[in-house]
Nanobody
Framework: QVPLVESGGGLVQPGGSLRLSCAWA????????MGWYRQAPGKQRELVADITSDGFTNYTDSVKGRFTISRDITGNTANTAYLQMTRLEPEDTAVYFC???????????????WGQGTQVTVSS
């Protein structure tokens, strides 16, 4: 069972916008950081952006100023992360994988959990 549920993605023209969502769907875990990696055909997977439980964010240089990551930490959508992507470029085309750095409350160490991935295609 995949504890992360991704949504969003799709086809958009250059200059357009998309929003990805990633929801942690299992109780009994402590979540540290959440974020997205992406993988384009023939390329290695790369970190796009992540956000810690304290709200600190990190972006790869190519998306700075265009992408914004955020995260709900309370309420019905607690532990849901969002990636708002604007001014999209063809080079942003990839499969985007959400991840969460998490552990069961009784566990000693954290590890990464992965979503199923969602395709983002930027093309005219």
């Amino acid at each position: 069972q995949v504890p992360l549920v991704e949504s969003g993605g799709g086809l958009v023209q250059p200059g357009g916008s998309l929003r990805l969502s990633c929801a942690w769907a299992t109780s009994g875990f402590r979540i540290n950081a959440m974020g997205w990696y992406r993988q384009a055909p023939g390329k290695q997977r790369e970190l796009v952006a992540d956000i810690t439980s304290d709200g600190f964010t990190n972006y790869t240089d190519s998306v700075k100023g265009r992408f914004t990551i955020s995260r709900d930490i309370t309420g019905n959508t607690a532990n849901t992360a969002y990636l708002q992507m604007t001014r999209l470029e063809p080079e942003d085309t990839a499969v985007y994988f959400c991840y969460a750095h998490a552990k069961e409350r009784s566990a000693y160490s954290y590890r990464n959990y992965w979503g199923q991935g969602t395709q983002v295609t930027v093309s005219s």
